[in-house]
């Protein structure tokens, strides 16, 4: 049964119209009659009928702005405005406003209007359909835990959702700038975004294309999914929808991991092998102290004392690689991390004045409490700190940069350099034990720093590029 309300002041019209209807398929309408502008209004918006026949003359109303009126209300059921005059700029106008159609009375007929009716009600369901998808894909658009984008056919982002805002949370306060920014520019290589687009243009959609996404001054592991919308849902104009999957947290968990059981796995050997060397060099000893007291030669005098400065090298090595290797007591105390940070510099001072090294310094203004070890922590930023002004010995506008903050209620420290960074292999070793690119260095106190911050249940975070720097982020 169609619903049908027929808007109509004038009673002899409301009639004829009631008659062809009747004629048509009376067993299929209930067909109610209004003649009262307000109550007209009042029914409309109840939306109990199927379709509204309006009268385009309606007291002192035109038909066009109740058309209009309803539909800035977000009235969407159908409404065909019957008129005693044709014009096609009316009509046109009565089509854009929202009519479903656009009927003359002296020239309707049974069959014409029981056509106009079914066409605008068959309208209406798809359009309804087209609006019940298209909010179900805005819901899954906007809800979505991972960034979602929208690209015009020049490869603008017009459309963003939460997540996008969440990720790149640089971006947050102007989303006109956003708006304004172009896909590529949030790529850190624009050889793999064009490599990207070439691929988009000869398949019309990309799946897990992996690569780094900036957001300002931090890099993104991300893997980004692209397809290129059907025309016929937005205009005939170019999208793109795009799907980025955040994989900075996954990468750095897995590295998180394989460091944890590399330097698990160092300490054991650590242990076993200082455990080797010292029965041995203690058999050395005594038996160099033996030597002492029955040699009289100057020569032999000479090589015992060689022997001994070098067995008691050996011997303090082991100390240094067992206490490395090894969990110690912590001697915790409440204390700032902010203090622990400047005291930390305090002790690279003289060597940042000596390179002449610009520092830049963003630490939060409110106090970051914590149970620490201050001392230990002392060495471990120390060890971070001099690695950074190491690495920057050859560069002419050093710069080091030091962060202190709370990042999602995390207290976080970053020390970054412009140095001469790490290749891929150094990153892979850089917490091995005796593994140092410097020539007299020991390599182990990176060892000893990450055995710090595992004892706070702390985690460190290295980046690293050639020629460009290195960035140490500690939680703790």
Request: glycine content about 4%.
């Amino acid at each position: 049964m169609i619903k049908i309300l027929i808007i109509e002041d004038k009673k002899d019209d409301f009639y004829s119209i009631t008659r062809f209807l009747k004629e048509e398929n009376e067993a299929d309408y209930e067909i109610n009659w209004c003649c009262d502008f307000k109550l007209a209004e009042e029914e409309i918006l109840m939306e109990t009928h199927d379709v509204y026949l309006i009268d385009y003359f309606f007291g002192k109303k035109e038909g066009l702005a109740i058309v209009e009126r309803l539909r800035e209300r977000n009235f969407r059921k159908p409404i065909i405005l019957l008129t005693g005059n044709c014009s096609k700029d009316i009509e046109a106008k009565a089509i854009a406003l929202g009519a479903s159609d656009f009927l003359i009375k002296e020239e309707i007929k049974p069959e014409m209007l029981e056509r106009s009716i079914r066409y605008a009600l068959d309208r209406y369901k798809q359009q309804q359909f087209i609006r019940e998808q298209e909010q179900k894909y805005r819901n899954l658009f906007e809800l979505s835990v991972e960034p979602f984008l929208i690209l015009n056919e020049n490869f603008q982002i017009i459309e963003f959702n939460s997540s996008f805002l969440d990720v790149f949370d640089q971006l947050k306060p102007s989303n006109e700038q956003v708006n304004n920014l172009q896909f590529s520019e949030l790529f850190k290589s624009q050889e793999e975004y064009n490599s990207l687009k070439q691929h988009l243009e000869v398949e019309q959609a990309v799946k897990g294309f992996k690569t780094i996404l900036l957001n300002y001054d931090r890099d993104v592991v991300a893997s980004i999914s692209i397809a290129a919308l059907p025309k016929s849902q937005l205009s005939d104009k170019d999208f793109y929808h795009v799907a980025i999957s955040d994989l900075t947290k996954i990468m750095e968990q897995e590295q998180e991991l394989k460091r944890t059981e590399k330097h698990s796995m160092s300490g054991r050997m650590a242990r076993m092998i200082a455990h080797e060397i010292r029965n041995p060099l203690t058999n050395i000893r005594l038996a160099l102290g033996e030597l002492e007291s029955i040699t009289s030669n100057d020569d032999a005098v000479m090589l015992n004392q060689m022997i001994e400065r070098n067995t008691s090298r050996i011997s303090t090595l082991i100390d240094d690689l067992i206490k490395s290797a090894r969990p110690q007591e912590l001697t915790k105390e409440s204390v700032d991390l902010r203090m622990v940070v400047a005291e930390s510099l305090m002790l690279c001072q003289d060597r940042i004045e000596l390179l002449n090294i610009h520092l830049k310094k963003n630490i939060c203004d409110s106090p970051i409490i914590g149970e620490w070890d201050k001392e230990k922590l002392k060495i471990a930023f120390t060890n971070i700190i001099t690695n950074a002004i190491e690495a920057m010995e050859e560069v002419s506008t050093p710069v080091l940069t030091i962060i202190v903050n709370c990042f999602d209620d995390i207290p976080t420290v970053y020390i970054r350099d412009n140095g001469k960074g790490m290749d891929e292999e150094t990153l892979a070793n850089l917490f091995d034990p005796f593994f140092s690119n410097r020539k007299n260095g020991l390599g182990l106190g990176m060892t000893a720093t990450l055995n710090i911050i595992n004892m706070h249940e702390g985690k460190i975070y290295v980046r690293s590029e050639l020629g460009k720097g290195t960035e140490f982020r500690v939680e703790i």
